[in-house]
């Protein structure tokens, strides 16, 4: 990213990069996220500093899945809000601002789930806490394959 900084998924846990990709590793995708207060997230897909010339800034959307009742984010969805959202899920306040969240229901277990882009999820994580918290907290949040969800403030400016 800008800042510099290399992140690896494994699909178990984050890690902050120190020095060159390991042997195998290859740069997956690309996002440039900004966030503005009243109108939300805006993405470019690829790196901001040298935008690709067919890339152009869209608004964070989501693709609704009305099997599994769950929500991808992405930048092309026709969706402004989440699918669903339990009373007892607490990411959607810890990843999203009221404009995208949806009017929590009681529902099955199983529904309201989060899928999507990689690096757009990461984004989110990254904008849910400050600066100064996300080197310290960002590899806590997968542990073991399973997405943790924190208390801290969010970093949303």
Known sequence: GVSGAYWSYDSQSIKMLIGPL??????????????S????YWILKGDATAPP?????LSLRFAHDEIEYSSYITNNGSAHTLCCQRFDQQWPQ?????????????????HGGLKGDLSLF???IA??????????????MCLGGSWQVHGLAHGRK
Not at 22 to 31: K, Q, R, S
Not at 53 to 57: A, E, G, H, Q, Y
């Open 122 to 124: 990461l984004a989110l």
């Open 127 to 140: 904008f849910s806490m400050s600066m100064e918290d996300l080197q310290q907290y960002l590899s806590a």
């Open 53 to 57: 010339c067919n890339k152009r800034w």
């Open 94 to 110: 810890m990843l999203f601002p009221d404009i995208y969240q949806t009017r929590a229901v009681p529902t099955h277990q199983s």
């Open 22 to 35: 390991p042997h195998g590793a290859a740069l997956y995708d690309t996002a440039s996220v900004y966030y």
């Open 37 to 40: 207060a009243g109108y939300g």
